[in-house]
């Protein structure tokens, strides 16, 4: 998969190896320790075991380690947040609109596509509704996701630097079609995605207005 | 302490009663005869619900049409969902192993309400039976998933009301054995047996019960409220009548998070039980595991929109459930670091329960890892309601409570049956099992983070490769489990005779004869020592040769 496809894919496949990391050292130490002791302490090696009630410094060094290690797994965590739901300032607003079992975007012009026509390195902020049941919006390469329920506005924003297309997945179960629920977001260099508004404006009859001030375009 | 070993005294699997066959175990009120009455009903579902599983499995070899078509398939999880979680493992090791081993462990004739006990048994039949009919009623089985998310589950024309109902009454069933529970472990412990003289299992029993009686009530009212929705199109969660979707969720998880407790805690109680018993040594840490099991069902209380990250809930929700989802994963930790220094200087004999515990603690200890990544909020927010999740609960659930009734089965099996089982065929279907467990599931991981949904019933081409290797794993698996059980099932009528104490356990359970006389004991035990005292075993030079 793309680290680099949205501001949170690099960020998030870090902290995910970061506790993969510790995780895994975490297990491969217990399971050493765990058949170390079954050899060396087999009742053929060790005919008297040694009982030992317990120790409170061991206890206590098997609590805090671990808590530690998780506030700062938390604090990583958080911070991935925050990012996510800060959009930036002077972010697009396209309209989502989920039904089962399809997705339609809406420009500021009113013009509707199903597929997500988004510009490079420009940061879009989807506003987020559904007219019938749960669902979820779900774009992997920009490890990002956040569901589309009735009656309630949902926001989630990004900006990607290529021009490319990524899927869309529902992640909300919807139903009898709910895996055919996939469409693509596709970003276009900004005199590409310029192109195709006009057109798409023109199409639909829509009073075109550039998305993108023009120093942008011409970049 | 005297013994409990009567000769003559007829045993409650023959005992006479004044009714005759099948009425003799299903009006029966001796927690024994109920604890196997739980057994045989809830591995048939338990078995059915493997077979879903398995068919789902191999419809997701190819994508595509394998084998059925997306409705059946949408019925099929939900079906396997609804049978595992509330006809399985929720009864599971509760209402099978608790009610059998509950009173003789604590030097107890029988539960507190033994009458109670066997309405809890008639409701969870009843419930079952309702969740079966609603399979062949016009409109077809319910396909919203086991958490019958709203508003998708006003809206489907399947037989969702049915289902629901069914629900319903399993949490009164299990309701009543929470209270039966804390009842009789509070009022029924022999004379000298303390709370810290408590075997642990019932620490896990006791803390598993208030969870139980204090969480359900919730689940039965957003049930009963859904129903009512239904019926009567009265606005609670529905959208369209000015209902939130969100308080459906929010109300859903109030129960079903702590419920993945009342699932995993009784499972904690086997490993601590079993793990003595073969290190002949006493367990490390007693008051700590003991404490953790309390921890663990007070903070798993409080940790439940952590299932419901992506739902755009404030900032002050995301802080506070990620944070205390951290927390709760410490007593489980602490559990799983205070087992395996029971093993340390212990005098260890690998037995066929032993094995269950150690594939146990290997599969649980990734489940909790995992369970980790997904407190991460911005991690859980990418692999949410993917194969990751479907891959962790699985882990916890199955690769933890299920291994763990596994361990159960074979360490108490000569208990309750009076006969042992055959050792090859039961360690070969552990290596099955464990072998096609992890094969099957760990794939899941990966699957979930390149971005495969669940409840997908088709998928990507580029997933296949783990969905193959997946579905190979459950095919060893499903082996693994009939070997298993036809083994046991063997075992049952030509197994060798079991004395009273195979395994050499130092509970109370192991002082009566197996199986254990319909009183259990002819005289109450007084007890004085602690549950795993294997003090006899140390080096005492005299001993040795």
């Not at chain 2, 009342?262 to 003595?276: A, K, Q």
């Not at chain 2, 490390?284 to 069902?297: D, T």
């Not at chain 2, 763990?404 to 099996?413: I, V």
Request: net charge positive.
């Amino acid at each position: 998969m793309l680290q680099d496809a949205s501001p949170f894919s690099e960020y998030v496949d870090t902290t995910f190896l970061i506790v993969v990391g510790i995780s895994s050292l975490v297990l491969l130490g217990l399971m050493i320790a765990m058949v170390y002791f079954i050899i060396r302490y087999s009742r053929k090696r060790n005919p008297n075991p040694t009982n030992i009630d317990g120790n409170v410094p061991l206890e206590l060094t098997w609590t805090i380690i671990p808590l530690v290690l998780f506030m700062g797994m938390f604090y990583l965590g958080w911070q991935g947040y925050l990012k996510e739901i800060t959009v930036p300032e002077g972010a697009h607003l396209i309209k989502v609109t989920a039904r089962m079992w399809a997705w339609s975007f809406e420009y500021p012009n009113g013009v509707k596509t199903d597929t997500l026509y988004v510009p490079v390195n420009t940061p879009i902020k989807l506003s987020l509704h559904s007219l019938d049941v749960n669902h979820s919006l779900y774009i992997p390469e920009f490890r990002i996701k956040k569901d589309v329920i009735p009656n309630r506005e949902n926001v989630m924003w990004f900006k990607t630097p290529r021009a490319a297309s990524y899927d869309i997945a529902c992640a909300e179960y919807c139903g009898l079609n709910h895996s055919y629920m996939y469409t693509k977001v596709v970003a276009k260099d900004s005199s590409g995605f310029e192109q195709w508004y006009k057109e798409a404006s023109q199409k639909q009859s829509k009073p075109y207005l550039p998305m993108l001030a023009e120093e942008k375009v011409k970049e | 302490m005297t013994s409990n070993v009567p000769a003559i005294e007829p045993d409650y699997l023959h005992a006479q009663t004044n009714r005759k066959g099948i009425g003799a175990w299903i009006f029966s009120t001796d927690h024994k005869r109920i604890g196997i009455l739980y057994m045989v009903s809830m591995l048939v579902f338990f078995m059915t619900a493997v077979v879903l599983g398995v068919l789902m499995r191999l419809e997701m070899l190819t994508p595509g049409k394998t084998i059925m078509q997306p409705q059946t398939y949408n019925t099929f999880f939900t079906l396997h969902g609804i049978m595992m979680i509330f006809l399985f493992i929720i009864p599971g090791l509760p209402a099978v192993f608790g009610n059998f081993l509950l009173p003789l462990m604590i030097g107890a004739k029988d539960v507190f309400f033994p009458r109670l006990n066997l309405l809890s048994w008639w409701l969870f039949i009843t419930g079952g039976l309702l969740a079966l009919v609603s399979l062949f009623l016009p409109g077809g089985p319910a396909d919203t998933g086991w958490t019958f998310y709203v508003p998708y589950s006003i809206r489907t024309t399947t037989n969702v009301i049915p289902a629901l109902f069914a629900a319903f009454i399993l949490g009164f069933s299990s309701i009543l054995t929470g209270l039966n529970f804390i009842t009789t472990i509070h009022r029924m412990r022999a004379p000298g047996m303390t709370w810290f003289k408590m075997p642990l299992f019932t620490w896990a029993l006791y803390s598993t019960a208030w969870i139980q009686i204090l969480a359900t009530p919730v689940i039965g009212i957003t049930l009963l409220l859904v129903v009512v929705e239904r019926l009567f199109g009265v606005g609670i969660f529905d959208p369209n009548l000015g209902g939130d979707p969100v308080l459906y969720q929010h109300l859903f998880w109030i129960y079903s998070h702590p419920a993945v407790y009342i699932m995993i805690l009784p499972g904690l109680g086997v490993v601590s039980e079993i793990l003595p018993v073969f290190a002949r040594r006493t367990i490390f840490g007693y008051k700590v595991i003991a404490y953790s099991s309390l921890a663990i069902a007070f903070i798993g209380s409080l940790v439940w929109a952590h299932h419901m990250f992506t739902v755009g809930m404030s900032n002050t929700g995301m802080f506070i459930f990620s944070l205390l989802t951290f927390l709760v994963s410490i007593p489980s930790a602490i559990k799983v670091f205070n087992w395996i220094a029971t093993l340390y200087k212990g005098s260890i004999k690998i037995e066929v329960p032993f094995l269950f515990v150690l594939s146990f603690i290997f599969q649980f200890s990734i489940g909790g890892l995992t369970g980790l990544m997904l407190g991460v909020l911005a991690v859980n927010i990418h692999v949410q309601d993917t194969y990751f999740v479907v891959g962790h609960f699985h882990y916890v659930m199955f690769g933890g409570t299920g291994f763990g009734l596994m361990a159960a089965m074979h360490f108490w099996f000569p208990k309750m049956f009076g006969k042992m089982f055959k050792k090859t065929p039961a360690i070969i279907g552990w290596l099955l099992m464990t072998i096609g467990f992890n094969t099957l599931y760990f794939p899941m991981f990966i699957l979930g983070y390149l971005g495969m949904p669940r409840r997908y019933y088709d998928y990507l081409p580029q997933y296949q490769s783990y969905h193959i290797v997946s579905t190979v794993g459950s095919w060893i698996l499903f082996i693994g489990i009939l070997v298993i059980f036809i083994n046991l099932l063997i075992s049952l009528k030509k197994g060798m005779k079991a004395s009273a104490n195979p395994w050499g356990g130092k509970t109370l359970e192991w002082t009566v004869a197996s199986p254990p006389p319909v009183e259990n004991f002819h005289e109450i035990p007084v007890v004085e020592k602690g549950p795993y005292d294997y003090s006899e075993y140390e080096i005492k030079p005299e001993l040795i040769k």
